[in-house]
């Protein structure tokens, strides 16, 4: 087998975790929590969503996926696209940007 090697990239930290609210469109003030995220130990793949409808409770599925409004970008997906470096707005030093949603970036490792 061979060997994993180290490499740094950049991701939006949307892909870390994200949490957004859904009201129901059946039942007036129910909420839905949609969260992308780390799973459970065990789970099929790393990350993924989770919601506490009840059709994703039933089949691990639902419409709010198709709903989610979060960036997913990560520096593999596009050749050459690279975090922007901005100044802070509060305290001036450099901090680092999606190029997609202009939200945090952040420097991870993966093994290739």
Not at 34 to 60: M, S, V
Request: net charge neutral.
């Amino acid at each position: 087998m061979a060997e994993l090697t180290e490499h740094a990239t950049w991701w939006c930290q949307s892909n870390v975790k994200w949490v957004q609210r859904f009201e129901s469109n059946s039942t007036r003030g129910q909420w839905y929590l949609l969260t992308w995220g780390r799973l459970p130990p065990g789970a099929a793949t790393e990350y993924g969503y989770t919601c506490d409808c009840w059709p994703f409770k039933r089949t691990g599925k639902c419409n709010h996926i198709k709903w989610a409004d979060h960036c997913r970008w990560n520096w593999e997906m596009e050749v050459g696209a690279e975090a922007n470096t901005v100044p802070c707005g509060e305290c001036g030093h450099p901090k680092t940007v999606c190029p997609e949603c202009g939200g945090p970036a952040e420097a991870i490792r993966v093994a290739v």
